[in-house]
């Protein structure tokens, strides 16, 4: 089989993720309309001509728009639900996902709302497909110190359904230094920790990430290869990065496809994994991510399969399950 039919076949894991960014126009339409809201286009097709962005501020901008029309916990279902028909389709089997309460508590909608309608989804979904799944909430660093405190003491009746905090938004002016405290209380209170370090930001927020807030995985990274002794850590500590290709192109991290570093990562012995960011703004999912980076790179079958395998060895998946999933894939690989 061909590469394609090959990245399509392999059973994936997606961590990576930010479900606001999974609200495709015509589901976004269809909430609209039966919460009586707005949207500033008027038709699907004027909307998708909108998702141009020079850079990350572009694109947050018509993301949090988007997710104003979000209301009730039906709606954060149906957000959920429909990425992981999607994502099902694709072969992920597992998926670790971030939500950002903010965007949606501080426009009046209740915590609860938000989580309830994302985790019944989830649930959902692993019995119905049997994707498992690990759920991230992701701090605002636009927004305060305080702000985040606010939101992890939220957070805590939900502890048992929230395995992770990340960091996200604004990179540029907000330094992972911003939120040590909040990421300190975190970590004792039993969170897994991860922050966006590196997309925009220089190497030393990936430095701040790993030194200030502990984090166990980096969220995009590219900008890692600017310093030496940075790669050289990431990689003896085998800290994974969660790359994203097509945000990365959409976002002019990188100009062309061509030039992505993520060969380059790997050739360092960095554990880097294919993520698809905000699908739906970004023209993929994770078979598209996976199949436009191979081909501007003419990444090999064993290419892909290691950067596979990074995915499961990088998720938070219990060891057994890592190393069963493991064998799957390279019984896959030999047999295609
Ligand atoms: N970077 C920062 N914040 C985000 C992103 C991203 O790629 N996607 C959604 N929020
Ligand atoms: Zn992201």
Redesign the pocket.
Known sequence: MDVEEFIKGIPKAELHL?I??TFEPELMFEIASRNHKEIKYNSVEELKKAYRFNN?QE??DI?YEGANVLVNEQDFYDLTWAYLTKVHEQNVVHVEIFF?PQTHTDRGIPFDTVITGIYKALEEGQSKYGISFKLIMSFLRHLSEEAAFKTLEQALPYKKWISGVGL????LGNPPSKFERVFEKARSEGFITVA?AG?EGPAEYIWEALNLLKVTRID?GNRCLDDINLVKQLAKKQIPLTV?PL?NLE?KVVDDLRNHPILKMMDNNLLVTVNS??PAYFGGYMNENYIEIAKALHLSKKDITQLVINSFKASWLPDPEKEKIITQIEIYFQNN
């Open positions: 930010h606001e960014g990350l694109f947050l993301y950002d996200d938004s604004s990179e966006h997309e995009h994203c945000s976002l960011d905000d």
